[in-house]
């Protein structure tokens, strides 16, 4: 017999609770056991959660087990050079240099690291191209606009010429390429240019 405190359903009577009173629904409540056995005896999977701790542990822990790379400057091109570009775009003569600074500021990036320079460019940054200080024969800067911004053109041993247009602090860049390829700390600089 059941207890008074816990009311115990069984079919035939919630089959007769709901044939005396229409207007309410009730449904069917089944009395089942307290303890219900597994059909299966399915083995337990683990699952390893790791925090995002964990993850940049793990991350630092490979970087430093392969050549540890540092970034010394990752960015765009000069906010300025757009800027000045989009005001002198309402010429019309201007405005194939506006194109070209807007898909510089857009679409164009740099990145000097302890072990490379890295060009990335392209509308979904497909095309990049990387290069070691080891290669680098010559950097020279031309100062843009007063000297806020510059172009960086690093020469290649095989001759190839990388021209970097309009990077914001372009001599200290120069300056750190020149380092990190073991060559005098003086970047050749030119007069300031236009935009």
């Not at 540890?68 to 201007?94: C, M, S």
């Not at 024969?137 to 606009?145: A, E, I, S, T, Y």
């Not at 960086?152 to 300056?175: H, Y």
Request: include cysteine.
């Amino acid at each position: 017999m059941a207890s008074s405190s816990t009311p115990v359903f069984s079919p035939t009577a919630a089959a007769s609770t709901t044939t005396s009173s229409s207007s309410t629904h009730r449904p069917l409540l089944y009395n089942f056991p307290s303890k219900i056995t597994p059909q299966f005896n399915r083995p337990t999977t683990r699952i390893l959660v790791s925090s995002s701790t964990n993850t940049s542990r793990a991350a630092a822990a490979a970087s430093k087990n392969a050549a540890e790379e540092i970034v010394f400057f990752d960015g765009g091109a000069h906010y300025g050079d757009l800027l000045a570009n989009l005001l002198l775009g309402f010429t019309l003569l201007w405005l194939p240099l506006t194109l070209a600074a807007v898909s510089r500021a857009f679409y164009l990036r740099y990145r000097f690291t302890n072990l490379r320079v890295t060009v990335i460019s392209g509308l979904t940054g497909e095309e990049r191209s990387d290069f070691s200080y080891q290669v680098i024969k010559d950097v020279q800067v031309v100062p843009r606009f007063i000297g806020e911004w510059g172009d960086v053109v690093i020469t290649l041993q095989d001759g190839t010429k990388v021209d970097l247009r309009s990077v914001p602090k372009f001599r200290e860049i120069a300056k750190y390429c020149l380092s990190m390829a073991d060559k005098p700390a003086v970047p050749k600089e030119t007069g300031p240019k236009g935009f």
